[in-house]
């Protein structure tokens, strides 16, 4: 064998051999540099799981989802008249049931808030349940006829004494 060519051939094995290490080196390097940007290595965990339930569920239990007590749907506040439940499973998705039982409209008021919720908040087109709907609105959240409450009744008043 050729001195020469013994020499090309050591040189090669060393450059390979500093390729090596350079090439360890860059990838313990890269470790470091990543644990830097992310100590807890989240990257690499599962994401949590994220559970998300309607606000008017944390009080009321799950055997209680569907209770009425005294003529009220517990979990919304609705009263629970004839077709309410078409009213629970349409209008509590985006806002709370409070926003709907806190107001007492007319048929047509009604009518034009749902309308307005149709134009401008993406609420769905309600077929054959708006007449329902509207009917359970219209007779159970009317305007109230009374301007102010009627006297108290049966009241035991107490007599200050000093
Ligand atoms: C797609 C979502 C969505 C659904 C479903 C929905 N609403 Fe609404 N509604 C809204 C938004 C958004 C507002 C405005 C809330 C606010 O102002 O904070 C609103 C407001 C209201 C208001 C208050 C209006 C006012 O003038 O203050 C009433 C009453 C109401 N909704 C009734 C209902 C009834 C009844 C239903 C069932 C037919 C219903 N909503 C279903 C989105 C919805």
Not at 57 to 74: L, R, S
Not at 106 to 121: F, G, H
Request: proline share 3%; aromatic share 10%; hydrophobic share 45%.
């Amino acid at each position: 064998m050729e001195p020469q060519h013994d020499f090309h051939k050591s040189a090669k094995a060393i450059s390979r051999m500093l390729r090596m290490i350079f090439g360890f080196f860059l990838v313990i390097a890269s470790l470091l540099i990543y644990l830097m940007v992310d100590p807890g290595l989240t990257a690499f965990k599962a994401a949590p799981e994220v559970v998300v339930e309607p606000a008017a569920a944390d009080a009321v239990a799950e055997e209680d989802w569907d209770k009425v007590e005294d003529g009220i749907h517990v979990r919304t506040g609705f009263v629970a008249e004839e077709g309410y439940m078409t009213v629970v499973n349409n209008c509590t998705n985006c806002h709370s049931a409070r926003l709907v039982t806190q107001n007492r409209m007319s048929r047509e008021s009604w009518e034009a808030t749902i309308r307005w919720m149709q134009q401008t908040q993406n609420l769905w087109d309600l077929g054959n349940n708006e007449e329902i709907i509207l009917n359970y609105l219209a007779t159970n959240y009317a305007p109230q006829k009374k301007g102010r409450r009627q006297n108290l009744e049966n009241i035991e008043w107490y007599v200050l004494e000093n």
